[in-house]
């Protein structure tokens, strides 16, 4: 699933870039759980075939194939 790499790396650079140019800190809880949001929120808009909505995929995200 394509979605999960380009979540993963879209949340990382975001996240990133909030720590360079905001000067947040690293937050890795916050980080895996955006993860998550993005890689439900973006599956239903990419992948027709998800019956779910995002709210239940992100509640049993350990259902997903291995993302870490």
């Given amino acids: 699933m394509v979605v999960k790499l380009f979540a993963t790396l879209w949340s990382l650079w975001m996240h990133r870039n ?12 916050g980080l895996c759980h955006m993860i998550k949001w993005r890689v439900s929120s973006w599956s239903k808009v990419w992948e027709d075939e998800v019956p779910y909505s995002a709210e239940l995929l992100a509640h049993n995200f350990q259902a997903f194939p291995l993302l870490f």
């Fill in 18 to 29: 909030g720590i360079i140019f905001k000067q947040r800190e690293l937050d890795v809880l």
